[in-house]
């Protein structure tokens, strides 16, 4: 047993609100910078949709992933490493600038130096790319909200999939449809194939957290990358030549901190921990023949931290007491191997995601009530299951490789858990019988409910540190992307237009850890006469605020020329 560490996200799903508060701080945290005008990071895609770039879930056309040989070896789906070598010059099998969009800004300078005439001067879309006027016809979120699926959801992978085997189980109507918001990043694999295929040895995964990075200075721009990865979250940079990817925001990582993307989130959805694992067993799991048997196999994989043989494992393996404790109370351990309530996105790709997801729920009550039903009864949500709006087979799909029976069992946990802190809510006496009736005992349901609900910052992020004497260091030199000057994006991991970098790494983390744990002024006097306004929470004004100004008496108001002259 070779055991290892490895930093994960848990998205719940039914607290996303589809805001994109998360793509925004990633992008103006990452990639803001000439070159990766297209890039997100991390995107919020609403499903059904066709995904970002589009149709990305195809592997039939964008042979990404994993599949096994007849030997029932594991094998990139792109092919091995002599067809991957005899094609290095040309790699078609990737999206191209159509299948992500070509981002554009406008024309606003027309609005105010256009010359006086007849008619009203219009902001035209230029490219990013060209500069020259271009036609807005795709982007990033362009299936926001539900938006064009009467005519395209039909091109969503998924639906094509699902309603080959039944017509009835998808429809777009405005009354019957459904949809959910699906928050994507790099899914930092356990079994990554992007790493597999790149000729160049430039992507890595580090042995002391399996965070997934790109070595700028060996990057070739083979992109071959690009068509191994099946979630296309790898991108090209057209300036620099180089792929670029999520980096879990490792220099923050590294301090305590949590990702922006997390750090942001308006519905505090998103959790991080850490998970032990067993690193011989890897390739085993990934070559499960069945590929509903996928989901079983990666969590076998993970390591039971407070097993004794497993800590003793680790402390051979020189991973840190610190980092021990921390699996112990990871979120994400509790979520995805204790209550078995988050699953992994496509785990039928092999690659052994560790971004995990707690499937939508709430449609179900909406449903209940338009038919005269108890909503919260744990009866009746059990019994509506199957009549969700999101069709089980949907979300199969998307997190079992198609096993509808897993994903029911996850959606009556989530159903029981409501309605047993319905009748706690109400007053009630807590029925023991619900969470018996999904495997649980009432002590452990209502630890998920508190963990799923109201856990504090300090329980939603469990992330051991590294080293903070280093933070400052960190802060200004650990981004893996490489700029035209040198290492990191102008030497600071907040981008081209951010200003001079500020190393606040430590500082803001002591401001966070206060916030959560007083009822006094977060910041307080530590950030040395800086104003944080991400950590300000309204409770009293900070120290330079507003600029001192002497207090002076009011004066009435002087006569006016009209008033003197007794003419108005």
Request: glycine share 8%; with cysteine; proline share 7%.
């Amino acid at each position: 047993m070779r055991v290892m560490a490895q930093m994960s996200m848990v998205m719940n799903l039914d607290k996303c609100i589809g805001c994109h508060t998360c793509s925004v701080t990633c992008k103006q945290a990452w990639t803001n910078r000439a070159g990766t005008e297209y890039v997100w990071f991390n995107n919020v895609e609403t499903r059904p949709g066709q995904g970002y770039p589009r149709r990305y879930e195809d592997q039939e056309r964008w042979r990404g992933g994993w599949q096994l040989n007849q030997r029932g070896r594991l094998k990139l789906k792109a092919g091995g490493r002599v067809k991957n070598l005899l094609g290095i010059f040309a790699s078609p099998v990737q999206p191209e600038l159509a299948d992500y969009y070509e981002p554009w800004t406008y024309d606003y300078n027309n609005l105010f130096a256009a010359p006086l005439g007849d008619d009203f001067p219009v902001a035209r879309p230029k490219s990013l790319i060209t500069g020259e006027d271009t036609k807005v016809t795709w982007s990033a979120n362009w299936d926001d909200d539900l938006g064009g699926t009467v005519e395209r959801g039909h091109l969503d992978p998924i639906v094509e999939k699902v309603r080959k085997e039944s017509e009835d189980r998808i429809k777009f109507e405005f009354e019957q449809t459904f949809m959910f918001y699906l928050p994507r990043i790099c899914e930092h694999c356990l079994n990554p194939s992007c790493m597999a295929s790149c000729p160049s040895g430039a992507i890595y995964k580090r042995v002391e957290d399996g965070i997934v990075l790109v070595d700028q200075d060996r990057c070739r721009g083979w992109r071959k990358c690009i068509t191994g990865c099946p979630y296309k979250k790898m991108y090209f940079n057209h300036k620099t030549g180089k792929a670029e990817k999520c980096t879990f925001c490792y220099p923050r990582i590294e301090v305590g901190l949590p990702t922006v993307c997390s750090e942001t989130c308006v519905g505090r959805l998103r959790y991080l921990g850490l998970f032990l694992y067993d690193a011989d067993r890897v390739t085993e799991a990934a070559s499960a023949r069945d590929e509903k048997d996928l989901y079983e196999s990666q969590l076998d994989v993970l390591l039971d931290p407070n097993d004794p043989a497993v800590i003793a494992a680790a402390r051979e393996q020189d991973i840190p007491e610190e980092w021990i404790d921390a699996a112990q109370r990871s979120p994400v351990y509790a979520l995805a191997k204790v209550y078995k309530v988050a699953l992994p996105l496509h785990p039928e790709y092999r690659t052994m995601p560790m971004v995990w997801y707690v499937p939508p729920l709430s449609p179900v009550v909406d449903l209940l009530k338009e038919q005269g039903h108890d909503a919260e009864d744990h009866g009746n949500l059990f019994g509506a299951i199957d009549e969700l709006r999101i069709p089980v087979e949907y979300l199969a799909e998307l997190f079992t490789a198609g096993d509808t029976t897993r994903i029911a069992n996850v959606l009556k946990k989530l159903a029981a858990m409501r309605s047993y802190m319905r009748d706690i809510s109400m007053g009630d006496a807590p029925n023991p019988d619900i969470p018996a009736a999904v495997g649980m005992d009432e002590e452990s349901m209502y630890a998920m409910y508190r963990l799923m609900a109201i856990a504090k910052y300090s329980e939603r992020y469990v992330i051991p540190t590294a080293h903070v004497e280093q933070a400052h260091d960190l802060e200004e030199m650990g981004c893996s992307l490489d700029f035209d000057g040198g290492p990191g994006m102008q030497d600071s991991p907040f981008g081209e237009a951010s200003g001079t970098p500020t190393p606040v790494a430590v500082e803001t983390f002591q401001a966070l850890q206060q916030r959560q744990t007083t009822d006094t002024m977060a910041g307080g006097g530590s950030l040395r006469g800086r104003v944080n306004l991400l950590n300000w929470d309204g409770n009293g004004v900070p120290a330079g605020m507003f600029p001192n100004r002497p207090r002076t008496e009011p004066q009435e108001a002087p006569p006016s020329p009209a008033d003197e002259d007794g003419v108005r």
